[in-house]
């Protein structure tokens, strides 16, 4: 079946714009989750969604990134401002409720640069 | 002190060596324990994971999890060059769904 998909898949943007980042989560995944993952680092939690809520953003660096998932289904990372130093990959998963942590499917990232 | 190191190499091999992966980690309440393959412009793909102490085998790869020295290890056997990737471990605790990951280490099997 489908995995998780992300559009874009790059996005190049000028310091101090706004930009969205999109996910499709795995159909019937109720939870979801945001990573960021800088060059030659690991992917970092940004916010966990259990269905429409946010059930821990504590990851988020900011007041100027914020997530959202109005339905339950599609998630949108939104950042303000950007700085050159949001230039990463930012990853998306899904799983279902009750799953394990070893159960989070990752999409393939939107590459984000900003110049 | 972070909470997973794991040595970013990179780690160049030939074809048909054994590789060993390692990670330390400092909160003894880490439960599960996983090891991730990400290939260039890819999203991280589970490899395997072990729920506590102990010895898991999937055909040529093998994770090992000594809580007592908070140590991981990842094996793998007969190297092949699609084994070629970024190796990332993580972990989770409490929270059961948080995932903290190392850097990852870069490998290279060389034909």
């Known amino acids: 079946g489908a995995g998780v998909s992300q559009t874009p898949s790059n996005k190049v943007t000028e310091k101090g714009k706004y930009v969205e980042l999109r996910c499709d989560p795995i159909?019937?995944?109720?939870?979801l989750y945001w990573y960021r993952q800088s060059l030659g680092q690991g992917p970092e939690f940004l916010i966990y969604?259990?269905?429409?809520?946010?059930?821990?953003d504590s990851g988020l660096p900011n007041d100027r990134f914020f997530a959202v998932r109005p339905e339950g289904s599609v998630s949108t990372l939104k950042i303000q401002r950007t700085e050159r130093g949001d230039s990463a990959v930012y990853l998306c998963?899904?799983?279902?409720?009750?799953?394990?942590?070893?159960?989070?499917?990752f999409g393939p990232g939107t590459r984000l640069t900003v110049t | 002190q972070k909470e997973v190191e794991q040595d970013p190499g990179p780690l160049s091999v030939p074809e048909g060596a054994i590789v060993s992966l390692n990670c330390t980690y400092s909160?003894?309440?880490?439960?599960?324990f996983m090891w991730y393959r990400q290939y260039s412009r890819k999203g991280p793909e589970l490899l395997m994971y072990?729920?506590?102490?102990g010895n898991k085998e999937d055909g040529r790869f093998t994770a090992q999890v000594d809580k007592s020295s908070k140590y991981i290890s990842l094996f793998i056997r007969d190297s092949q060059p699609s084994d070629s990737a970024t190796y990332l471990c993580?972990?989770?605790?409490?929270?059961?769904?948080?995932?903290?990951f190392g850097k990852g280490t870069l490998l290279t099997v060389n034909p």
């Open positions: 998963a899904s799983s279902l409720r009750l799953a394990g942590p070893y159960e989070q499917y």
């Open positions: 159909s019937g995944h109720t939870a």
């Open positions: 969604f259990q269905g429409t809520g946010a059930a821990d």
């Open positions: 909160n003894s309440a880490f439960q599960y």
């Open positions: 072990t729920y506590s102490s």
């Open positions: 993580a972990i989770s605790g409490g929270s059961n769904y948080k995932l903290t």
